[in-house]
């Protein structure tokens, strides 16, 4: 994810360990939103866990609920350098574009 990336090379980042999330919300914004919370939560609280890949174990699409599961590792600033901190999920300016030939989100992080 990208978000992820802001806070240190994600290439320095192991996939040794797993954290599953769960998000809901109330439209697709909503929902969105939710989802990258939770990951930033998993980073801001212990065990300070900083995601490499994300993979979607569950989409419903008609009542906005997302199971995933995160791969990577606890964050140690031996191992992985500190980048630009992640404060929040900005709401506003948030899109999601679905089409039969795309799907693209546009999100801005408050840093």
């Known amino acids: ?3 992820f990336a802001y806070m240190t090379e994600i290439d320095t980042v192991d996939m040794v360990e797993k954290q599953e999330i769960e998000a809901e919300g109330d439209d697709m914004l909503g929902l969105l939103f939710h989802f990258l919370d939770e990951f930033l939560f998993l980073f801001c609280a212990e065990p300070f ?4 890949k994300v993979k979607i174990l569950e989409f419903d699409k008609e009542n906005f609920k997302i199971k995933a599961v995160g791969y990577g590792e606890e964050f140690d600033l031996s191992k992985h350098p500190q980048g630009t901190e992640v404060k929040a999920i900005t709401y506003g300016s948030m899109q999601v574009y ?7 989100v546009f999100v801005i ?3």
């Open 1 to 3: 994810m990208s978000m």
């Open 109 to 111: 992080i408050d840093i």
């Open 49 to 52: 866990f900083i995601v490499r």
């Open 98 to 104: 679905d089409t039969d030939d795309a799907h693209d």
